[in-house]
T-cell receptor
């Protein structure tokens, strides 16, 4: 069964550093998403991406965040200057009908 | 934006007991989706409801969408230990992005 993959599974970084989280969506899907989940809390929408551009973003997705689809398979989330409060699980998802979530990247900002 | 409220936040049941979680919105929803997240896992799609008064069943799971499309419920009959996890309701935005409730965390005592 096709699945969304994410790397790395765990990223530890120092406050102020840039991080890039990587995702490979399911190959025939056209809609891609990033979500985050702070420990013990709900899953929060960050951004949706369609046709090589951002189609929707939440108020969480400020100028520190950017997304890119650098080639035909990868979908990345960049956080320019990480803050302590960026520590969370970041999920990538892709969609045809329902959304398929990847296993997540746990980001720890020290 | 629209929000969905879920109750209860936690539910502890004895294996074999039934379980119900409720999802409520102050405004009419175009759709409601249910996801399950196992401990340490990622959200997994269960079902989408779009029609007023819709009822769908998946084995021991029964999903309902209210007549006014402002509330929904997920009922599990005769819970098993494999049902443990957090159940999220959410609705799909214009780009398919999901806005989730806070979830109901179900624990099942064997």
């Amino acid at each position: 069964e096709p699945e969304v993959t994410q790397t790395p599974s765990h990223q530890v970084t120092q406050m102020g550093q840039e991080v890039i989280l990587r995702c490979v969506p399911i190959s025939n899907h056209l809609y891609f998403y990033w979500y985050r989940q702070i420990l013990g809390q709900k899953v929060e929408f960050l951004v949706s991406f369609y046709n090589n551009e951002i189609s929707e973003k939440s108020e969480i997705f400020d100028d520190q965040f950017s997304v890119e689809r650098p080639d035909g398979s990868n979908f990345t989330l960049k956080i320019r200057s990480t803050k302590l409060e960026d520590s969370a699980m970041y999920f990538c998802a892709s969609r045809s009908y329902e959304q398929f979530f990847g296993p997540g990247t746990r980001l720890t900002v020290l | 934006g629209q929000q969905v409220m879920q109750i209860p936040q936690y539910q502890h049941v004895q294996e074999g007991e039934d379980f119900t979680t409720y999802c409520n919105s102050s405004t009419t929803l175009s759709n409601i989706q249910w996801y399950k997240q196992r401990p340490g896992g990622h959200p997994v799609f269960l079902i989408q409801l779009v029609k007023s008064g819709e009822v769908k069943k998946q084995k021991r799971l029964t999903f309902q969408f209210g007549e006014a499309k402002k509330n929904s419920s997920l009922h599990i009959t005769a819970t098993q230990t494999t049902d443990v996890g957090t159940y999220f309701c959410g609705y799909g935005g214009s780009q398919g992005n999901l806005i989730f409730g806070k979830g109901t965390k179900l624990s099942v005592k064997p």
